[in-house]
């Protein structure tokens, strides 16, 4: 792009101003090699990437985006759950109601929907990100320990998005969790229903019961109820995001660490 | 004709009859052992992944599912806003595979003839990130930012009725991605469906790293360079993960009864379940008498099978068809292994016992809630 030094242009006069280049110090337009690698390594949410890589590691027909898209839509669902959360009170008498609100009341409701179906779509990318991962055997030496990482990652998801779940408090919420933990009752050892319950016992006293195992623990009562709602929304809003950001931290920072990503030696 | 074809496919979709075929489709398209290859290579399979074969493949899906659209039953299930993301999942899962094992197959040949794989070439060739990356994932952001707003627009989230405690819905299903976890419920108990197999796939899939130690196939896309690797991954992946969770959630109705795609969920639809334990094949049909009254002896039979599953089997194996792999792998990967394939597989051979022979458990100690 030409530009004519004689035409008098608002842009370029702002171009120059102090503040302008105090915000943007590689300079625009970006034109020579070292502008195009200052500009990633003077921002730092684009330093997360290495300045060069080779050819093949940015084909979509390798990469399939995946991963980066699972970090895009957690990103999106932060942001709109944050939203979600100036709506919503985590109690049994208003929860219901304030999610009906939301779509009936606030103006554009539409929130609720993207953070619902950003759900589903990060469980599916997550899915997709480790199929690639596994297709192109990028979990092999030096990378195994972020594939382990990896897991945790996925866990963590299906875990926010199994907290999420009840929010609504609707009918298909806590039947949804209902059948969900009682799982947790059948756990052996620690579940009143599970295998070996009765073996941690002394005498007559049997420490695993409805109010002290597993199940109980999850959901703070012997049903779902306000404490596991209460539970559940601690653990969705703060609890679990903390947990995946500490692992998707660790995870980016190995990929780097663990020679960037995969190819073909 | 479109009733009886309709009749033909709702008969088929029987868990029954559907695992069979799925379970034959994966032999024969990922082919563990060699009948099977001899097959796969007769039928070409591997045409299957070129451009063609996406078409064919893609042109069969749609078809079947638009076919399946005409009908209200199976429209009231797929476009149930919450199953809408399964349906793309299936769409989604089976694309990648054919587009990984497509760009595999070209690689393959690739290397059949000496050369590299296409990755090698581009590898060596460095670009830089701003603005060949960068640019690439913006669009990627757009698009799903784009995707995201549509559906949600389209889409209204689903809200039931308030949460009540005193009416269960029929059926009460889990969130979708559980689903396969409670499809093995009609298999298992809950300790081993819902908290041993959950925590052993969590572990054995963090163990696959250190379990493959097949040092080609780094990368880029290969099939032939990792086929034991590929094969084993398409079993839980495709068989026992997509397809069982697609199974709870398309063709489990009320009670969890089976119905097919093109059937009415019928609440008052009655199958008979006359399930028997192993200890009472042994003792009252086999041994004519009643059970023992001491627990051990009458759950003995139960546990000499699991013995010699998990016991007597893996040495077996390792002098027998795995020699090569215990050879490869050492006695503790070796062990974790086989140990994790047999936890699998228990559930395929869980459901033929149950279909063959209506086996409920294989040791049933109710009294302690100890049933395999």
């Known amino acids: 792009m030409s530009i004519d030094p004689n035409k008098f242009s608002l842009f370029e006069k702002f171009k120059n101003t102090q503040f302008y280049r105090s915000v943007f110090r590689t300079g625009v337009p970006v034109v020579s090699h070292r502008q195009r690698m200052m500009i990633m390594l003077n921002s730092v949410f684009l330093h997360l990437h290495p300045v060069r890589l080779p050819k093949h590691a940015v084909k979509v027909r390798y990469t399939w985006c995946m991963g980066g898209l699972s970090f895009f839509i957690f990103l999106v669902l932060t942001v709109t759950g944050i939203l979600l959360m100036f709506y919503y009170r985590p109690t049994i008498e208003y929860a219901y109601g304030d999610v009906l609100d939301l779509s009936q009341q606030v103006p554009l409701g539409i929130m609720r929907e993207i953070h619902r179906w950003g759900a589903h779509l990060m469980v599916i990318t997550v899915w997709l990100h480790m199929f690639r991962v596994f297709m192109t055997g990028s979990y092999k030496p030096p990378r195994e320990f972020n594939w382990v990482i990896g897991v945790c990652l996925l866990v963590t998801t299906m875990l926010l998005s199994f907290t999420g779940y009840l929010l609504p408090w609707d009918q298909l919420a806590i039947w949804a969790i209902t059948v969900g933990s009682n799982m947790a009752g059948a756990t052996p050892f620690l ?49 679990l995001p903390f947990i995946i950001m500490i692992f998707m931290i660790v995870h980016f920072w190995r990929v780097r660490k663990d020679g960037g990503i995969s190819g073909p030696t | 004709m479109m009733d009886a074809i309709k009749h033909f496919i709702n008969f088929i979709a029987a868990p029954k009859i559907l695992f069979n075929v799925i379970l034959l489709s994966y032999l024969i398209i990922f082919p563990p052992i060699k009948p099977f290859q001899i097959i796969h290579n007769t039928l070409g399979v591997d045409r299957l992944w070129t451009k063609k074969g996406g078409i064919f493949i893609f042109s069969l899906m749609f078809l079947a599912f638009g076919f399946g659209l005409t009908d209200p039953n199976f429209r009231l299930i797929v476009l149930k806003p919450d199953n809408v ?177 093109f059937e009415y969920w019928d609440h008052d639809k009655l199958e008979v379940l006359n399930n028997v334990n192993l200890s009472e094949y042994v003792y009252m049909i086999g041994l004519k008498q009643g059970l023992p009254s001491n627990i051990w002896l009458r759950e003995a039979p139960g546990f000499a099978v699991l013995i010699v599953y998990f016991g007597l089997l893996p040495a077996i194996l390792a002098k027998t068809a795995f020699k090569d792999v215990y050879q490869r792998l050492g006695v503790v990967r070796y062990s974790i292994f086989v140990v994790l394939l047999l936890m699998a597989l228990a559930l395929p051979i869980k459901m033929y016992l149950r279909w063959l022979f209506n086996i409920k458990y294989i040791v049933a100690i109710p009294e302690y809630f100890f049933n395999i």
Request: hydrophobic share 55%; proline share 7%.
């Open chain 1, 191 to 239: 579940g009143m229903n599970g295998p070996g319950s009765s073996l941690l016992s002394i005498g007559d006293v049997n420490f695993i019961t409805s109010v002290s195992d597993a199940r109980f623990a999850l959901l703070g009562g012997r049903f779902v109820g306000e404490a596991a709602l209460l539970r559940f929304y601690v653990l969705h809003c703060i609890g």
């Open chain 2, 85 to 261: 993301p399964i349906v793309a999942l299936l769409f989604l899962v089976v694309f990648f595979l054919w587009f990984a094992l497509t760009q595999a197959k070209a690689n393959d040949e690739a290397i059949a003839k000496g050369g590299k794989p296409k990755e090698w070439a581009e590898s060596r060739e460095k670009v830089l990130v701003f603005p060949d990356l960068v640019y690439i994932e913006f669009i990627a952001l757009i698009v799903a930012a784009a995707l995201l707003a549509v559906w949600a627009i389209a889409l209204q989230a689903p809200l039931e009725q308030p949460a009540n405690p005193t009416v269960s819905p029929n059926p009460s299903k889990a969130p979708w991605y559980f689903l396969g976890l409670q499809e093995m419920l009609v298999y298992f108990d809950p300790w081993i469906a819902g908290v041993v197999f959950p925590t052993v796939i969590i572990l054995g899939m963090m163990c696959i790293p250190y379990l493959d130690k097949n040092r080609k196939g780094l990368g880029y896309y290969t099939y032939q360079d990792r086929k034991m690797a590929i094969n084993i991954f398409m079993f839980f992946w495709l068989v026992l993960w997509v397809f069982l969770i697609s199974i709870g959630t398309f063709l489990r109705g009320p009670n969890w009864n089976f119905f097919g795609p």
